[in-house]
């Protein structure tokens, strides 16, 4: 964890980074946890949801098309 949030601080940008997992080969939520002890929590939206957007944009365009 240590070399993780070494890197981070260092790169001092988390407008970058995108969760993901080696899901169905690790349980998810030990992942959600490990990020979330990671990353300060006022980038936790950004990296879990606003980067991808950035990254895949018919994403956000498909769900404001389902939830008007």
Known sequence: ???FRRALVYADRYDKMLFGTDWPLAPIDVYIDFV???I???HH???F???AF???PRIKQRLQELNP
């Open 45 to 47: 939206d950004e990296v």
């Open 1 to 3: 964890m240590d070399h």
């Open 40 to 42: 300060p929590e006022k």
């Open 36 to 38: 979330r002890r990671l």
């Open 49 to 51: 949801y606003a980067n």
């Open 54 to 56: 950035q990254v895949f």
